[in-house]
């Protein structure tokens, strides 16, 4: 600490020289919450772009037409399992169990994949019946904001996979839990963003 005075009739004034110390990884923890608002962003902009041209058929088909509900029930099943098996990886972390966490991170990759084969399914049968992202605006909003989460799911497939590597070879270090607590917070993220997905763009677009 030192003292700065301009004027010697007034009292000094006391700096701090030396940085105050952080947690080890609080740096990292608040970066990712920032990401995860920036991402809410991106997702709010495509719910209202879609939420403008989701009625406009341009003549074609509408949801009633192309959404299949048991496929996507299906679909939306896989994806809360895969939030369900993450949280039993997090209690395994937490217990020191690294073969169990991994374990678990496996299972959650295979829903995930599984939620991502019947995406790209649907997206295929869509093509195949000429309900393109070119026949009209409101299929061009419905592959924007579906493909853009399967996207998130796919980087966070990559992600996980990674992070089993790392396990493996590192174990639990402080490092590594920290990386599983942010992509569990990145997962149910992209579960509650999905929800949205359901009940906004297939629920309703069916009662229309």
Excluded at 9 to 23: A, D, G, K, Q, R
Excluded at 117 to 127: A, Q
């Amino acid at each position: 600490m030192t003292a700065v005075t301009a004027d010697p009739n007034t009292p000094p004034v006391f700096y701090e020289l030396e940085e105050h110390p952080h947690p080890e990884g609080h740096s990292t923890m608040l970066g990712f919450w920032i990401y995860l608002m920036s991402d809410c962003l991106i997702f709010a902009i495509l719910f209202a772009c879609y939420a403008v041209l989701g009625g406009n058929y341009a003549a074609g088909p509408g949801p009633k037409d192309l959404f299949d509900l048991k496929l996507i029930a299906l679909n939306t099943a896989m994806l809360l399992f895969s939030s369900i098996t993450y949280g039993f990886a997090m209690l395994s972390m937490q217990l020191g169990k690294v073969r169990a966490t991994q374990g678990w991170l496996a299972v959650t990759g295979l829903f995930g994949a599984a939620f991502l084969g019947i995406e790209l399914y649907e997206f295929h049968h869509l093509i195949e019946l000429g309900a393109t992202p070119q026949r009209s605006a409101f299929l061009s909003a419905f592959f924007t904001l579906v493909g853009t989460h399967g996207l998130h799911v796919t980087f966070g497939l990559i992600w996980l996979v990674t992070l089993m590597v790392q396990l493996g070879r590192k174990g639990l270090i402080p490092a590594n839990q920290r990386r599983v607590a942010c992509l569990g917070m990145f997962w149910h993220f992209l579960d509650v963003i999905w929800i949205g997905v359901f009940t906004f763009v297939y629920l309703m677009g069916m009662l229309r």
